[in-house]
Each structure stands twice: as structure tokens, then as C-alpha cells.
């Protein structure tokens, strides 16, 4: 499969919205002999050849896991080449992503970025500002459960202030505040490496999308492991919590 199915009206079909949980830098550079940092470099390469195929496969929104509040502890210098490489991504690609149609948004918390990447996450957002055939959302310095907290402490600081009433809470008022507020949900988590777990990535909005664990390497990842993905996707029947699923049903 090298171009999404297409609806009876001609558009594209779902996944409309793919999120990546790019895993297995590390692993692919200790499998070498090298140190792990240096897989990083080829994770930038596999990002490139996503974002240019994404849009043939009928995907309109991908988000990509780069950063975590957690990968914080990480060795120093593990740490220190993933700044430069977003930099280096973000001044190498920019014109590109612009001229593209590529809109850029960044996911996660601002607050404690060095000034260097916080000066580039704002220039990568205000370039493509305007640009909407294709959006990048990447999550940097982010964590589902923090996403959470600050929306909740959002909504109480307004509660607080007088301009919320504790009723008028709800689902969209807490997406809202959300740094994915305004973006669909994802129809598609993909996770790269084998494992099988969230990795505290888009906690709530995930809650009925479909999920597909691939055996291979976020560097070794191609735009035919994006199909393939996709492929299976296609087989799945979504629900999202209006129908019982057989097994259930023979269990009561």
C-alpha cells in the first residue's frame, strides 16, 4: 500500500491523524557498537523521509513523541545532542516545511527550555503560522500526566478568578487547555522498537485510537513501515465505546 484508500467521495480515508512514539535510537546505535547518542542523527533522517511521505498515505496531522519531561534524566550528553539536533533540524528544514504548506506546532511545556530552543520553537511556529496542506505537531519537554496537570490547574486559576463555574467543566473545557487543545484526536499511535506501552504520550487524547507496535528501530523506520501500519489500521474495526465486542459478549 503506497497511497491511502480513498471514501466514496474521494477523500482520503483514515488515519487522518497518525502520532509516532519514535523509539529506538539507542538501541540502534548500541547494536552497532556505537555510542548511543549518535543514533539520534539517523532518528532526524527517519523523521525527514516520514514527514515527506506522511501526505501521501492520506495523513493530514502527525505528531511525534521527540522529547519527554522524563528524558530529562537522561546522560548529559545524550541530552545536549538532542537540543542540537532540533536545532539543527529546525534551521536546516524550516524553508522547506514553509514552502511545503507544513504547519509547525510544538506539544509540551515551555517553561525551563534553555533560551536557545525556546527562541527556535517560537520561530518554527510563527514561520508556518499560516501554512495549513499539512501539520507537524512535534511533542518536546512533554508528558501526558503533566498536560493533564496544567490543564487542571488552568481550569482552577479560572474557577478561582471568577470566570469559570465548577459546572460548566467538562470534557471539551479540559481539551480546550490541553497543549493538543484545537487538533483531532489521534486515529493512529504507531510505536516503533517492539515495545508495547504509551510512554505517558497523549494519555488523554488516545483514548479510543487505534494502536500498531512495529519490531523495528525508529532509525530503520520507512515510508513502507508507515504503510504497513496504515494496511492494519484498515482491518480494525473502531467502536469507540458504541458497540460490544463479540468476545465480550460470549464472556457475559
Do not use: C
Amino acid at each position: 500500500m503506497t497511497i491511502a484508500d480513498k471514501d466514496k467521495t474521494g477523500a482520503p480515508a483514515a488515519p487522518l491523524h497518525v502520532a509516532i512514539v519514535m523509539d529506538g535510537n539507542g538501541r540502534w546505535a548500541k547494536r552497532r557498537g556505537l555510542p548511543r547518542h549518535l543514533g539520534h542523527p539517523k532518528g532526524v533522517e527517519a523523521i525527514r523521509r516520514v514527514v515527506e511521505a506522511a501526505p501521501d498515505y492520506g495523513v493530514r496531522w502527525l505528531t511525534l513523541y521527540a522529547f519527554s519531561t522524563e528524558n530529562w534524566r537522561r546522560p548529559a550528553g545524550e541530552v545536549a545532542e538532542v537540543m542540537r539536533l532540533l536545532k539543527l533540524y529546525v534551521n536546516s528544514d524550516l524553508d522547506k516545511l514553509v514552502r511545503e504548506g507544513v504547519k509547525v506546532r510544538i506539544l509540551g511545556r515551555r517553561e525551563g527550555l534553555p533560551p536557545d530552543i525556546a527562541e527556535i520553537v517560537a520561530r518554527a511556529e510563527a514561520k508556518t503560522a499560516h501554512n495549513d496542506r499539512f501539520f507537524l505537531q512535534v511533542a518536546f519537554n512533554y508528558g501526558g500526566r503533566a498536560d493533564l496537570v496544567d490543564a487542571a490547574r488552568a481550569l482552577a486559576a479560572e474557577v478561582k478568578a471568577g470566570r469559570l463555574s465548577p459546572e460548566e467543566i467538562d470534557d471539551q473545557a479540559l481539551e480546550r487547555r490541553l497543549s493538543t487543545g484545537g487538533l483531532p484526536a489521534p486515529d493512529l499511535v504507531i510505536r516503533t522498537s517492539g515495545e508495547q506501552r504509551l510512554s505517558n504520550f497523549l494519555l488523554w487524547e488516545s483514548a479510543y485510537s487505534e494502536f500498531v507496535f512495529l519490531d523495528v528501530l525508529w532509525p530503520d523506520f520507512t515510508p513502507t513501515h508507515l504503510g504497513e501500519a496504515i494496511a492494519e489500521f484498515h482491518k480494525r474495526e473502531r467502536r469507540y465505546g458504541g458497540a460490544v465486542a463479540d468476545d465480550v459478549l460470549a464472556a457475559g
